[in-house]
């Protein structure tokens, strides 16, 4: 055995130890302080990401149960303003009958049914063009109108809702004829270099509030890189332009009015007037669908909204595409970009992409409703005024209350038996998920206590045991006394 006073290695191995205890423990401490197993991603790397993409598909179960609810809700309405749709289809029913009772009721008492039941056909009309879920219509045949692009090359999205020129949408083709295309802001610079390696003068030029500095070492080229680095914050792309001399182009990447081009530069490094700005401008097309009224024309403008590209162009009722570059480019006269389903509303019921349901609510005004019993007659031209009109009456309301039970009757079926079993289903999904999500991330406190306690006991243990390691070199005194 060797005794030293400068290097105590008992020393060092206690503190090691005592020190990895102590890491052990302050992880213990964090694990039993939050209840989680892995509190920071160094705590398991495997275990981090598979419990992530748990806790990511629980949030998106979450909103599909939310999203199936609100559906609830929605059908709940609309199966409200059927029955009372029903209710009067009923009433309007017994005064046919009544009606259609010529031995008895005269003129007076006939045209005081037809009256009543003119009443009845406004008040149908009114609940088929008022009722709304949230600013959704859901009875005019028009809830939740989708569009399906048929030229992806032209068209990157569209959105239409259930008005078009203030005329209901029906299912049909959506036509684009772009009349004037969107143009990109540019500046056209003036100062000319005989190279692309020339160098550029010293000092500075501001493109959209950034200001990009030249050195005095800069070549024309290192200044269009530099011009470029920073264009996803400015917006704006440098091209050197011609074949000699050369001047540099700046381009602003979006399409429209709302996206400019501003240059100061008062060194002359670029542009010769101290100060430049340029425009795009908007998109204008002409878009046809066909509504309750046929096919009509309407322009869009690009650039309505508030930082909207001029290649997105919309209406004022709301409806929008966003046409490709290639579409603003090379599109000649009408072409058909896309197909309309009317009277479909289309929902999320699961947390992934392609897990949705159309529903189809068919509209409900009098004209809609009894046709086919009679030709060319609806609830909306019954007369009950005549014999026959009674009981042409009778036939067309027996047919419109028929035509709504089944609409009532889809509805109920399309509510219980998928949107509540969705519901449940996802919910049982959930608990699942959630279980093993837990029994990756959560710690285990029973466990974890154990393992704090023995910890806390090893911490004091390497303390006592330090202590006396750091007394070892003093008994060399020892040997020193002997002397």
């Given at each position: 055995m060797s005794l030293r006073i400068n290097t105590n290695l008992a020393a060092m191995?206690?503190?090691?130890?005592?020190?990895?205890t102590n890491e052990s423990l302050g992880k213990s401490?964090?694990?039993?302080s939050t209840g989680l197993r892995i509190v920071t991603a160094a705590d398991d790397p495997a275990g981090l990401v598979v419990s992530e993409s748990l806790r990511t598909q629980i949030l998106g179960i979450d909103q599909a149960v939310r999203n199936s609810q609100e559906a609830i809700n929605m059908t709940k309405t609309?199966?409200?303003a059927l029955d009372e749709v029903h209710a009067l289809l009923r009433s309007m029913r017994a005064l046919a009958v009544h009606s259609a009772n010529t031995g008895v009721v005269d003129i007076n008492v006939l045209n005081a049914n037809q009256s009543q039941i003119r009443s009845t056909i406004e008040s149908i009309d009114r609940i088929a063009q008022h009722t709304t879920f949230g600013d959704k219509k859901l009875l005019d045949g028009t809830a939740?109108?989708?569009?399906?692009?048929?030229?992806?090359?032209?068209?990157?999205?569209?959105f239409f809702g259930g008005a078009f020129n203030g005329n209901s949408i029906v299912s049909g083709p959506i036509t684009v004829n772009i009349t004037t295309p969107a143009t990109r802001a540019v500046i056209n610079t003036d100062v000319a270099y005989a190279s692309m390696n020339d160098l550029v003068p010293a000092g500075s030029l501001t493109i959209n509030g950034v200001t990009i500095l030249s050195t005095g070492n800069d070549t024309l080229q290192s200044l269009v890189a530099k011009i470029n680095e920073v264009s996803g914050t400015t917006g704006v792309t440098a091209e050197i332009a011609g074949s000699g001399p050369f001047t540099v182009n700046l381009v602003q990447r979006t399409y429209g009015s709302q996206f400019k081009v501003n240059l100061v530069d008062t060194n002359d490094i670029l542009?010769?007037?101290?100060?430049?700005?340029?425009?795009?401008?908007?998109?204008?097309?002409?878009?046809?669908?066909?509504?309750t009224e046929g096919a009509e024309t309407v322009t869009f403008q690009g650039g309505r909204g508030a930082g909207e590209s001029g290649l997105t162009i919309s209406d004022s009722f709301g409806n929008s595409i966003t046409l490709t570059e290639n579409a603003n480019l090379n599109m000649s006269g009408a072409t058909q970009v896309g197909q309309l389903q009317a009277g479909a509303v289309q929902i999320q019921f699961g947390p992934s992409v392609n897990q949705t349901v159309q529903l189809s609510i068919p509209s409900v005004f009098a004209r809609d409703l009894g046709t086919g019993v009679v030709p060319g007659e609806s609830i909306a031209t019954l007369d009950v005024t005549t014999?026959?009109?009674?009981?042409?009456?009778?036939?067309?309301?027996?047919?419109?209350?028929?035509?709504?039970s089944r609409i009532r009757g889809d509805l109920g079926s399309f509510q219980k038996d998928f949107l509540e079993s969705n519901v449940r289903s996802l919910a049982i999904a959930r608990e699942n998920l959630t279980a093993t999500e837990s029994q990756?991330?959560?710690?285990?406190?029973?466990?974890?206590?154990?393992e704090y306690t023995r910890l806390q006991i090893l911490?004091?243990?390497?303390?006592?045991?330090?202590?006396?390691?750091?007394?070892?070199?003093?008994?060399?005194?020892?040997?020193?006394?002997?002397?």
């Open positions: 191995q206690a503190l090691r130890n005592l020190t990895g401490i964090s694990r039993l609309a199966e409200g939740g109108a989708t569009a399906a692009i048929t030229r992806p090359d032209f068209v990157s999205s569209m542009n010769t007037a101290p100060t430049a700005s340029a425009s795009g401008t908007d998109a204008i097309a002409d878009v046809t669908v066909t509504t014999k026959q009109g009674a009981e042409n009456a009778i036939r067309i309301i027996d047919a419109a209350i028929d035509q709504l990756i991330r959560d710690a285990d406190i029973a466990s974890e206590m154990t911490q004091q243990t390497g303390m006592a045991v330090l202590a006396q390691a750091n007394q070892l070199p003093a008994s060399v005194l020892q040997l020193l006394r002997g002397q």
